[in-house]
């Protein structure tokens, strides 16, 4: 992981980091200043640009919710931590999205923009916890990377030259 290099997996982290806050501020702008101009380059029908402009609000929101999880879905597959980001959806979906989108099906479509926000802010919040957990872990690979008992140790190769036939 980082090349087995702490400080310039520290730098890439930060440095896309940056640049992943940039890009969701800079679609978050977009979406506040060109949203309806957006929509009504996509369609001609009233019928559906006038419910999409009332849900704009929404989508102007998503970007800077949710781009922290993102960023650290790159990390944890990079570290092969996969089963943390499931398990970090799998909470957000049960814990938080299914009960704000039963609790909010009277508001209709913003019950249920109301429940993906929520889903995408828990699964950051989610996110940034197991890296904070793993955190001590990712940095003793850097110095011990053939440790035995480190997360990040190396696992055999599958052996795919298997019988065709059993014997």
Do not use: C
Request: hydrophobic share 45%; glycine share 6%.
């Amino acid at each position: 992981m980082g090349a087995k290099n702490k400080n310039l997996y520290l730098r890439t982290l930060r440095t896309t980091g940056l640049w992943s806050l940039l890009i969701a501020l800079l679609f978050t702008l977009l979406y506040s200043y060109a949203g309806k101009s957006i929509i009504d380059s996509l369609t001609r029908l009233t019928e559906v640009r006038s419910p999409a402009y009332e849900y704009l609000p929404w989508l102007i929101a998503l970007p800077l919710i949710s781009f922290v999880s993102f960023l650290l879905d790159g990390v944890f597959i990079g570290a092969t931590l996969s089963r943390q980001m499931r398990d970090g959806i799998l909470l957000s979906l049960f814990m938080i999205f299914l009960p704000a989108w039963y609790y909010t099906q009277d508001l209709g479509n913003h019950g249920l923009w109301l429940a993906l926000t929520l889903f995408m802010l828990f699964r950051s919040l989610i996110m940034v916890g197991y890296y904070l957990y793993y955190k001590r872990s990712i940095f003793l690979a850097f110095h011990y990377p053939d440790d035995p008992t480190s997360i990040f140790q190396k696992r055999p190769e599958p052996n795919f030259n298997l019988p065709l036939k059993p014997s």
